[in-house]
């Protein structure tokens, strides 16, 4: 009962931090503060009532319309918070309740807002990325995630720099590399190197849907990192397996 209790309570905290992820996802590709002014409708620019902005169940309520102008709100709301809240639950069982599971958390929402402004806008700020390593970094063994992060951002580099020789065009982005520093941070090695081969995988099939349009890879790389991060242990003897028989 305590358990359920607790896991519903991260559920919350996570819809709510989700909520707060919203306004993060619109606002900062635009150049906007994320604290001023009040969140407002974006058809009408009527500022939003308390109650309108209850995670997940204001929408519903409002059946997918703003309150004043009765205009679509996009399903993307909903669905920020509800991963939010998913994704606490998901830490909350992968790590229990130590010190830096709330750190882990915040990275992996980072994360997610990057995953979205990169899929609409196809670009990766810097402030949120930075950010992002530098809070992966925060852990038991910030030597050791600061040395990985290290590693990963400059082989990551050296790869984009021979890829792009080679190609004749630009390989990656700058933002990739940032990523890749938070993914050693969070990982280490050699799960690292597993979150990056899932990252290609899943990236395969969309590149070559895509043909000559380019597509975003840090939507991918996040994906891997969370599932490796959530079954590492997993993963490792599924490697093991393929490697060893």
């Avoid at 919203?22 to 939003?48: D, H, M, W």
């Avoid at 530098?134 to 990985?148: F, R």
Wanted: glycine share 6%; proline share 5%; net charge neutral.
């Amino acid at each position: 009962m305590a358990e359920l209790t607790i896991t519903i309570f991260i559920f919350i905290f996570g819809i709510l931090i989700g909520s707060f992820l919203n306004v993060v996802i619109y606002r900062i590709p635009k150049g906007e503060s994320i604290v001023f002014p009040a969140s407002k409708c974006q058809s009408c620019q009527t500022p939003l009532k308390w109650y309108h902005n209850i995670p997940i169940f204001s929408w519903l309520f409002l059946r997918g319309k703003c309150g004043f102008c009765s205009e679509k709100i996009s399903v993307q709301y909903p669905l920020i918070e509800l991963t939010t809240g998913l994704l606490a639950i998901s830490l909350f069982y992968k790590l229990g309740l130590v010190w830096y599971m709330p750190i882990v958390f915040v990275v992996f929402t980072l994360l997610l807002a990057l995953v979205m402004i990169d899929f609409k806008y196809m670009a990766v700020p810097d402030n949120l990325n930075l950010l992002a390593l530098a809070l992966a970094i925060v852990n038991p063994w910030a030597i050791d995630a600061l040395q990985n992060a290290l590693m990963a951002a400059g082989g990551l580099a050296l790869l984009r720099y021979y890829l792009s020789f080679f190609l004749n065009k630009e390989a990656m982005g700058e933002g990739d590399i940032i990523v890749a520093g938070t993914m050693g941070a969070l990982l280490g090695f050699p799960l690292f190197f597993y979150a990056l081969f899932i990252a290609a995988i899943l990236a395969m099939l969309p590149s070559l849907l895509a043909k000559d349009r380019a597509v975003p890879f840090v939507p991918f790389l996040a994906m891997g990192t969370f599932i490796v991060y959530i079954f590492d242990t997993q993963v490792d003897a599924l490697i093991e397996l393929i490697i060893y028989g």
